[in-house]
Nanobody, 124 residues
Framework: QVQLVESGGGLVQAGGSLRLSCTAS???????????MRWYRQAPGKQRDMVAQ???????IYTTSVKGRFAISRDNAKKAVYLQMNNLKTEDTAVYYC???????????????WGQGTQVTVSS
């Protein structure tokens, strides 16, 4: 039903930058509105943690470790969320996941949608 497709991951040296993208779509109708959009990450052997969130109104929240380095943004017309990652550190290495808490469609609301993840590897 809800498909979140991530792109932009890859291998980068410490201090470099990457821009992640996530685009939402539905196979059983059309999307009307999208609520909070988030990026999570999960490193091997660790819990999945929220990295950044952007609300429908554009309010943002960042985890402390990325504040000042990462920037989340959204484009409602494109049904997309982005994560600009600057000054990357080796500890940023993880699989990054796109998440939408709630969206409305022509066939009703959908909750807690996830992408399949994109690998970000930061080398020293």
């Amino acid at each position: 039903q809800v498909q979140l497709v991530e792109s932009g991951g890859g291998l980068v040296q410490a201090g470099g930058s990457l821009r992640l993208s996530c685009t939402a779509s539905v196979s059983d109708g059309v999307i009307f509105t999208i609520g909070d959009m988030r990026w999570y990450r999960q490193a091997p052997g660790k819990q999945r943690d929220m990295v950044a969130q952007i609300s429908q109104n554009g309010d943002t929240i960042y985890t402390t470790s990325v504040k000042g380095r990462f920037a989340i943004s959204r484009d409602n017309a494109k049904k997309a969320v982005y994560l600009q990652m600057n000054n990357l550190k080796t500890e940023d290495t993880a699989v990054y996941y796109c998440n939408i808490d709630r969206l409305t469609t022509s066939r009703g609301p959908r909750y807690d949608s996830w992408g399949q993840g994109t690998q970000v590897t930061v080398s020293s």
